[in-house]
């Protein structure tokens, strides 16, 4: 019998989850680092998740969502590492191929470098699981789209991201005759008139898309907010690409990501092996 007024340890709850990274803990177990709905970034012990008969080995994939159930869910929760009960398949994708594949790994990546752990983030769990779901889209473009969106919803989510539709030193609307670019420390600003790139080699875009990307993020939570969203960044076209890199550099510290350096060595392997086009041709 507990004694009286002892705190009694809650029953575990599972939490909607995706793997983002796995290790080796030994030669039996894994490390995850997991994205949950409920309690956001976790890093957690699969013990005995490597053996060949292990229950969690077929479910603990990256880009599936599963449903997991934590060893330690009452007084230890601000533990560092969280043990892991269980874990089942919760809704699976489709497996993600080729460049798409490329593209989840980078989505995987900034929610590792730019989320704190265990900081809750239920609109950025949705947006993820929307943007992997996009990313089995035939069309690069739709693919490209999906992943912008989805870096708007990140930069928002955690506060760094400013209102695309205002000058931040002004306070005024954005025009849409104007182009503007993006810093990560004066926010919007105006630019060079001259699309795409300005003089200085920085990326602008109009008024007018960032007006459509600002009406869209503030819907994006809606029943056809994600579509929404895409279609705004598809409109804004490769610029958008470019004027957010810097931004999302800043805040990652760096400019090097892992998954980016993978996918080059890979590509110049790719046309390191295309033989030439003339098979009698000597390559020189």
Request: aromatic share 4%.
């Amino acid at each position: 019998m507990s004694p009286v007024g002892a705190a009694r340890p809650r029953a575990a709850t599972a939490l909607q989850a995706y793997v983002l990274h796995r290790h080796d803990w030994s030669e039996s177990s894994l490390v995850l680092d997991l994205f949950t709905r409920e309690r956001g970034r976790l890093v957690v012990a699969a013990k005995g998740a490597k053996r060949p008969y292990s229950q969690l080995r077929p479910v603990l994939l990256p880009f599936q969502r599963i449903s997991v159930t934590l060893a330690r869910a009452s007084a230890d929760e601000a533990a560092e590492v969280l043990g892991l009960r269980q874990a089942e398949w919760a809704g699976a994708l489709a497996l993600l191929r080729g460049q798409a594949l490329f593209a989840g790994f980078y989505l995987n990546e900034l929610l590792i470098r730019l989320l704190p752990r265990q900081d809750a983030h239920p609109a950025l769990f949705d947006a993820y699981a929307d943007a992997l779901a996009a990313l089995s889209a035939p069309e690069e473009l739709q693919r490209q789209a999906a992943l912008r969106a989805f870096e708007l919803r990140l930069l928002r989510e955690t506060g760094v991201l400013p209102e695309l539709a205002t000058v931040t030193a002004t306070q005024r609307p954005v025009r849409d005759e104007s182009l503007y670019r993006l810093d990560a420390e004066a926010g919007v600003v105006g630019a060079a008139p001259t699309l795409g790139e300005s003089p200085g080699g920085e990326s602008v875009l109009g008024g007018a898309p960032l007006r459509a990307l600002e009406e869209a993020l503030a819907r994006a939570g809606e029943a056809d907010g994600a579509q929404a969203l895409r279609a705004a960044c598809a409109a804004a076209g490769p610029a958008l690409r470019l004027l957010l890199r810097p931004l999302l550099h800043y805040h990652l510290g760096s400019s090097r990501l892992r998954t980016r350096e993978v996918m080059q060595s890979v590509r110049r392997l790719l046309e390191a092996a295309t033989p030439p086009s003339n098979p009698h041709t000597a390559v020189r």
